[in-house]
């Protein structure tokens, strides 16, 4: 049996423009995608309008347009695939794998985010309701390329978790494992801030019959606060000026080693040398990185 062709795929979030953060993300799934001959799909995961800036998507696109990516086939909206969703919960819910929950915020505050099941067995109807998964009393764990061996115990250290809002919005962690499986996504490339909800998506593939994909998650880029990269400190939006810089950054951040020869290269030069030397094996085995230690 010879093993799947390799589909990698960047799914930002348009709640803001991409910064070097987001490249270092981009470019790592980018490069790892390319350079195992494989696909790299664009995913828009526009899934809480509220936090949505207008203008956003557009502006996220254009930024990797100008720093020389390219993604292969039609970019997906995850906005076009609430029936998708809906029909999943629905079968989770009527074989009581799911059920609903009212817990205000308030009362949930004391257990410290870890869902005590209070509404497991209430019966509540799913309007007006967020909808949890029922998790098991199990440790799951898988082997990351960078980071290693995570373990995570779902019913001690998450608890049931949301798969939709009770605005009806749907959760993340169920619109990022059925989009994944319908795209056939089979190496997943993203922040470490996401490493703990691996184990979440694990279960769910495992519930619903799908395929596990192989994970990779690259470092955070930090403040010095220890802050994710935000609109509110020092992480101005990617301009085209600045495409050669910041790829040779983000490229270092990666481990990657390029050398002075790339200094006046051009962003479809830089991307093709990473392509042609990427070891994702440099990768520093780390959860984060300062940011003012990158230069």
Not at 61 to 87: C, I, T
Not at 159 to 187: C, E, H, K, N, S
Request: net charge negative; hydrophobic share 40%; with cysteine.
């Amino acid at each position: 049996m010879t093993a799947s062709p390799y589909i990698g795929r960047f799914a930002p979030t348009p709640s803001g423009h991409l910064h070097f953060g987001s490249l270092v993300a981009a470019l790592a799934s980018y490069l790892d995608a390319r350079a195992n001959h494989g696909r790299w799909l664009m995913r828009m995961e526009d899934l809480d309008p509220p936090r949505e800036e207008p203008g956003a998507q557009a502006a996220i696109l254009h930024a990797l347009e100008s720093y020389g990516f390219e993604w292969d086939g039609e970019l997906v909206r995850q906005s076009d695939r609430h029936d998708a969703y809906a029909k999943v919960l629905n079968d989770l819910f009527n074989h009581g794998l799911a059920y609903a929950c009212t817990c205000s915020r308030k009362q949930l505050e004391p257990y410290h985010g870890i869902y005590p099941g209070l509404c497991r067995n209430a019966g509540h109807e799913q309007h007006d309701a967020a909808i949890r998964l029922r998790v098991p009393e199990l440790e799951y764990h898988f082997t990351d390329r960078v980071q290693g061996e995570f373990r995570q115990h779902l019913g001690r250290e998450v608890g049931d978790f949301i798969i939709r809002r009770r605005d009806g919005l749907y959760a993340y962690q169920l619109a990022v494992v059925l989009d994944d499986a319908w795209q056939g996504v089979t190496d997943i490339v993203r922040g470490a801030d996401l490493l703990d909800s691996t184990p979440r998506q694990l279960y769910l593939q495992e519930l619903l019959g799908l395929r596990q994909p192989r994970y990779l998650h690259v470092p955070l880029i930090v403040q010095p606060d220890g802050n994710k990269l935000g609109k509110s400190y020092r992480s101005p939006p990617l301009t085209t000026d600045q495409a050669t810089p910041l790829l040779l950054r983000a490229l270092r951040a990666l481990g990657q080693q390029p050398g002075d020869e790339l200094l006046h290269a051009s962003p479809r030069e830089l991307l093709d040398w990473g392509i042609a030397h990427w070891d994702a094996q440099l990768i520093p085995r780390t959860l984060t990185l300062a940011e003012a230690q990158l230069r």
